[in-house]
């Protein structure tokens, strides 16, 4: 049967260039490779899954066995230099560098499986605990003891081990502890490793010191960023242990040295690794080694957080879609930068500067804008002295540095404006001189302005610090990737002007704490609320944590109305996954949707057959023949995608209720009157924690007139609790892609 889903498999795997399974090496550099392979003898790393090694091993079976495949294949001497990791925990498997000739032969070895071609993979506060609810001393924060014993890992550039946010103050010795290259490792930061040949741990980049911070960081009073966003520093998991694990350098991140660090994760016994990098969109999971090693860390009982990558909005572009990873996409928070631009007929309109200028002119300047010069490439000129120049924002770095020269040399400052995909995302940048930035809206409003007054515009910029309960948040972020795929991203929550620790070096940019934006920043925001929820629940399965995060989530801001995207239309699944994360919630979520192994093992085989299972769930007791085949739509996920056939379609769906005592949970559907949706049974009653009840919801209707889905919601609502599930209803003949918003 080809329901939509197949269609969607296929159509991800037209992306990848090899969909077959043909060749024993994936890889999509492979043919011009052999092509040129006689003349050729360049070295190229690959990754090699091989089968565990036979019984009756010797001292060090695995690295015997993986080093047996290259004994005759490779001169002896090389061998040292040329195996880059060995692997046992992520797979059974080593890196290594071969020529394409060594692979042939070594790939004719009995006991290898595949091999990959080592990837060079995308990298993707003070206030975001308080914008999620938790607060010092109260509630929820205090009831999950800040999530105190909890180990979080991070795969990233290493830490500034030296930054106060991972000082630890009020933090008990570990349950574990890792290895730890930084002289400053103690009980909060307890491992530090890089697996970089040649390399420490120490953070050159800023990236790794401010994702660990932001998911794990101590308190820290006073934190600001040159005076702005003054404030407590803390992570979301500000008692958590912090594992750093260095997998990456100048902004080279290959998948190697990231399933090393899986490797070492698994093996220090993490309980939430924090993924702030991706595989590309449309990779195969079994192509793709983070899935495959995420798999291996997952049936382990560690839940893996991924970004959902910074390619929005363009549709189906999220990254890392595999269901066993949680997936963030990016929102802002309600606090912005303020300055504001008074305009010469007495209106003025909002935007934001991370350059607060002290005691600014309150003088009125000419406005200037030209079509011709839209990006501020304007020569150092006359005309422009004095004149406030109106430019759009192209994010370049030649753009950064031609404003800073532009008004270093005379005039009076900038206003940047957001082009048209970037709506209202703000990224809050640091010019060091007089520049406001605003909202593509705001540009609008000002060039209609200008165009207005026959060249009488004029205009002063007014700074106004640290603003708080900025309306409307969260808002989507227009860089944060978007689905669809299962249904993915899962969860949104903040990736915006987000301001943590960043290693006090050189420079006025570094540190010691730094604004930047990214879904990179979101990951560990999620990987802290999962610390959180481990904490309180300790034998609680990744995918029970998942469930809980998504099913909790928020579909609506502070003041009852619908999230936003980056356009300020509603937000869309596709944008925001379940919703924006609600951490006292997720502790607390009645039912959840839980997956173990095999549940996924009979998805894989649905998806991928025998060979995705061997390379992804290598159970040697497991086969395709001996597991019932999972469709997608039938994947117990705390969401829900429905096919809308001509007949009725049915997908099942397993809780299991965590909460104490007695329960009854009625069923609220809520769908667009040409479906009918039904939920059977309607209720459900539960007596004890871990009883598990199946229901199966029913869509039947017409089509779905031009759109290509519809979104509505399933919820199992009881007295204390709301358990949401989105439903997705996607037309079948059409393409799955979602309709473009209106
Ligand atoms: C928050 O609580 C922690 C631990 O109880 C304490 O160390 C810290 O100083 C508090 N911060 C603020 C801003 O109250
Ligand atoms: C962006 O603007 C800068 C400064 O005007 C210019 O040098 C650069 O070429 C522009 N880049 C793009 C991609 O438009
Ligand atoms: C506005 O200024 C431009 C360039 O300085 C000039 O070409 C144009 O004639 C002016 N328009 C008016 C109405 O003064
Ligand atoms: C300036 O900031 C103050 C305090 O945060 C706020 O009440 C006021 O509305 C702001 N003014 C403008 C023009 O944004
Ligand atoms: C919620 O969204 C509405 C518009 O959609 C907006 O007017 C309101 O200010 C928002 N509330 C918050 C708390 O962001
Ligand atoms: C920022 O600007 C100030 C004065 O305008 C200057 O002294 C300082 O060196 C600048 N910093 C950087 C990093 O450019
Ligand atoms: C392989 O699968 C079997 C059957 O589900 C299970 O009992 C066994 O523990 C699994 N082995 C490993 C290493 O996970
Ligand atoms: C869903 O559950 C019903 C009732 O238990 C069962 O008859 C049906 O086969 C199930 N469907 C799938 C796809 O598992
Ligand atoms: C739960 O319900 C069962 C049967 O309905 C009853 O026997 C039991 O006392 C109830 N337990 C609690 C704690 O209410």
Redesign the pocket.
Known sequence: MASFTDLLVQLLLLTTLFPTLALSYINSATTSIHQNAAKSSAYRAYIMLVQPPPLNPGEDPHHQWHKSFLSSSLAGDSMKSRLLYSYTEVFNGFAVRLTVAELDMVSKKPGFVRAFPDQTLQLMTTHTPEFLGLRNGTGFWSQADYGKGVIIGLLDSGIYAAHASFNDHGIPPPPAKGSCDAAQCNNKLIGAKSLIAGDDSDDEEGHGTHTSSTAAGNFVTGASYNGVGTGTAAGIAPSAHIAMYKVWVARDCKSSAILAGLEEAIKDGVDVLSLSLGSSTGASFDQDPISIGAFSAMSKGILVVCAAGNSGPTQRSVANEAPWLLTAAAGSV?RSFGANIHLGNGKSIEGEALTQIANPSLKLHSLLYSEKWRYCNYDYDSSIIGKILVCKDNKSKAQQSKIRNIVGTGAAGVVLFNDEISGYTTIATDYNCSVVQVTAAGGEALIAYIASTDNSSAASLAYNGTQFSV???PVVASFSSRGPSILKPDIVAPGLNILVAWPSKTGHEQGPFNIISGTSMVTPHVSGVAALIKGIHPNWSPATIKSAILTTSNII??????I?DEQHRKAGVYDTGAGHVNPARAADPGLVYDLSVIDYAGYICWLLGDSGLATIVRNSSLTCAKLPKVQDVQLNYPTITVPLTSTQFTVNRTVTYVGPANSTFKTKVDVPRSLTVRAVPETMSFSKTGEKKTFSVSVSGHDLGKELYVERTLSWVSEKHVVRSPVVVVAIGGDTAPAPSP
């Open positions: 309600d309306r409307p948040a801001n502070g003041t009852g109305d619908s936003l």
